[in-house]
T-cell receptor, first 112, second 113 residues
Framework: QQQVKQSPQSLIVQKGGISIINCAYE??????FPWYQQFPGKGPALLIA?????SEKKEGRFTISFNKSAKQFSLHIMDSQPGDSATYFC???????????FGQGTILTVHP | NAGVTQTPKFRVLKTGQSMTLLCAQD?????MYWYRQDPGMGLRLIHY???????AKGEVPDGYNVSRLKKQNFLLGLESAAPSQTSVYFC????????????FGAGTRLSVL
């Protein structure tokens, strides 16, 4: 049972554009929402994370927007660069749980 | 500081063969996880451990067994490999559970013929 749905599966943007990846979750007990970035041949690495007490978190060019009532959250990459080309995973978990549930992943390609 | 180390990096098995994947972490983390990554499926949790000597089933545990005899090591076993187990396997560790950063290894690419 997939409890976190991620879209789109793949995304192509031009250098300098905005990349947007969306995720939706079902379990209202989730209270931790990280995004992981994975380069080819490497393991995923934490990019940015948010908790539901805030609606937005920004770190450099990366921003998470969170809508608790809609049970949705999204990753925005401003001024996208070719070096941002990677697979991005959203995830959700609860501090009372011992694990995260990951979305299906989005392959982002940024053309120069 | 090596972080999370997985061995082997690549392996080809024949159907019915067995093997063990090793994960080692040097960060003194309590929690360890095994995931499989398949195209379009994301990362799916196979088994996890919340401490030495403990294991628990994840989302897709069938066909796999695990052991956590030492805090720093988490082993994933395939007793009788099947083509459906062809995948990339990732190990991760964290200080505690959800709400803490999971650190991933570089992965093991397994093909079952």
């Amino acid at each position: 049972q997939q409890q976190v749905k991620q879209s789109p599966q793949s995304l192509i943007v031009q250098k300098g554009g905005i990349s947007i990846i969306n995720c939706a979750y079902e379990n209202t007990a989730f209270d931790y929402f990280p995004w992981y970035q994975q380069f080819p041949g490497k393991g995923p690495a934490l990019l940015i994370a948010i908790r539901p007490d805030v609606s937005e978190k920004k770190e450099g060019r990366f921003t998470i927007s969170f809508n608790k009532s809609a049970k949705q959250f999204s990753l925005h990459i401003m001024d996208s660069q070719p070096g941002d080309s990677a697979t991005y995973f959203c995830a959700a978990g609860g501090t009372s749980y011992g694990k995260l549930t990951f979305g299906q992943g989005t392959i982002l390609t940024v053309h120069p | 500081n090596a972080g999370v180390t997985q061995t082997p990096k690549f392996r080809v098995l024949k159907t019915g063969q067995s093997m063990t994947l090793l994960c080692a972490q040097d960060m003194n983390h309590e929690y360890m996880y095994w995931y499989r990554q398949d195209p379009g499926m994301g990362l799916r949790l196979i088994h996890y451990s919340v401490g030495e000597g403990t294991t628990a089933k994840g989302e897709v545990p069938d066909g796999y067994n695990v052991s956590r005899l030492k805090k720093q090591n988490f082993l994933l076993g395939l007793e009788s490999a099947a083509p459906s187990q062809t995948s990339v396997y990732f190990c991760a560790s964290s200080v505690q559970g959800a709400g803490n950063i999971q650190y991933f290894g570089a992965g093991t690419r397994l093909s079952v013929l």
